[in-house]
Each structure stands twice: as C-alpha cells, then as structure tokens.
C-alpha cells in the first residue's frame, strides 16, 4: 500500500537527471525524492541494450528493496528507452514514469 510519506525515486545513469529532479521538487513540494544517479556504470549510451535493461532493473529493485517508494522516475533516455516496459512488467502496483526526447 502505497502511503503519502514513500518517496518518488529518480533514477538516471549519473547526473544528468539532476535537472528533472529539480523541476519535481518545483511542481510537487510536499513530496518526498530519492536520487540514484548510476555513476559507477555511467555512461549508458555506448553500452549495449541488454546491459543498460539489467542496470536500470538493477537499480529499480535495490531502490524498492530499501526505500518505500510510491513512484519511479527514470530521467535517463538511454535507460526509459531500454528497460521501462520492463520495468513496468516487473514492477505493475508501481507508477512508472519514463523520460524520453
């Protein structure tokens, strides 16, 4: 069951999702944010599709593993375009949002 005090998780390969955190916190400042930028893997672009999908699922399940979250934003094209449905799929009571050009 989601709860108004879980967190809205961002999600990016490094920092680049900074810039979507800052304009959520903007728009929705009664909420609570969670940023996991993939430093350690970044960057996404030059690695292959079937890696960039096992990063951001990775990602997705230790942040749902540690931190009670109502929503998932993954503010990286690289990432939205390779993994969100599956993410989607793995994850369907959880709002799922992509970023995308």
């Known amino acids: 069951m989601v709860a108004k005090e879980d967190y809205i998780a961002v999600f990016a390969s490094g ?57 998932l934003v993954i503010a990286c094209n690289t990432a939205t375009a390779a993994a969100v449905r599956q993410v989607r799929e793995k994850y369907p009571d959880l709002i799922v949002i992509g970023i995308e050009p």
Not at 23 to 28: F, I, P, T
Not at 30 to 53: H, I, K, M, Q, W
Request: aromatic share 10%.
């Open 15 to 71: 920092v680049g999702g900074i810039s979507v955190l800052r304009h959520l916190v903007d728009v929705l400042p009664g909420e609570r944010f969670l940023y996991f930028g993939d430093s350690a893997n970044a960057p996404y672009g030059s690695r292959s599709t079937e890696e960039v999908r096992q990063l951001t699922l990775d990602g997705a399940a230790y942040l749902l593993d540690n931190y009670p979250l109502k929503a």
